[in-house]
């Protein structure tokens, strides 16, 4: 049995299993999607989200990218926005991050990747930002580490500023935006202290965010 075949066989199992389970569920699933959440985060393959917070299909709306940019001229990612927040009605946008993200590596070390190297442009200006906080961590992985946990939290500042998020508060919606972090090490999720449910309180709460770290606002 080849590689793509094996996907197949391991599909056919999985929505069996589905049935045997809950008869009903793939008739419910079709009709609609109402999920309450937003997750915008990594691409990497050991981070998958809706395993990770242990809800089911149609429970979580998802976006990814690599290093989980919120970029404000990247129109894949304000369409999901979009969609999430003016179509679905979610109530939560979480930006997680997760410790020994490739990307953010990569940016932190000024490494050369070819094109992808614009994309984590974005990264190094995160790096840049707090440079006098990341250069006086002597180890590389927690000095990785904290450039992922500062990056959930400009990220999702980006994503408190965008016109999506916006115009939905001042139409009164009920949304909030957070920063989080996945372990690969352990499977857990860290809260990074960075939920933003309005304008007036977003500078405060990314300030706050940033002082918990050791980073200057």
Not at 77 to 92: E, K
């Amino acid at each position: 049995m080849g590689e793509l075949d094996a996907l197949f066989a391991s599909n056919r199992a999985w929505a069996h299993a589905m049935k045997q389970s809950d008869t009903g569920f793939f008739e419910r699933l079709s009709r609609q999607q109402a999920p309450q959440f937003l997750w915008i985060g990594c691409s990497d393959s050991r981070v998958p989200a809706n395993q990770i917070v242990g809800l089911a299909p149609g429970e979580l709306f998802v976006h990814r990218n690599v290093a989980n940019l919120a970029v404000h001229t990247d129109l894949n990612f304000l369409s999901v926005l979009q969609f999430a927040v003016d179509v679905l009605g979610v109530r939560h946008a979480i930006v997680c991050g997760h410790y020994g993200c490739g990307g953010v590596g990569a940016a932190a070390r000024g490494e050369r990747l070819g094109l992808i190297d614009n994309w984590l442009r974005h990264v190094r200006d995160v790096c840049e930002k707090h440079a006098t906080l990341l250069a006086a961590i002597g180890d590389e992985k927690k000095r990785v580490d904290r450039l992922c946990e500062l990056n959930a939290i400009e990220q999702a500042w980006n994503v408190s500023q965008t016109t999506v998020v916006l115009d939905a508060w001042k139409r009164g919606r009920d949304l909030s935006v957070h920063a989080w972090v996945y372990g690969l090490e352990d499977g857990l999720l860290r809260d990074l202290d960075c939920s933003i449910a309005n304008p007036s309180e977003a500078p405060l709460r990314r300030a706050a965010a940033l002082r918990a770290l050791g980073a200057k606002p």
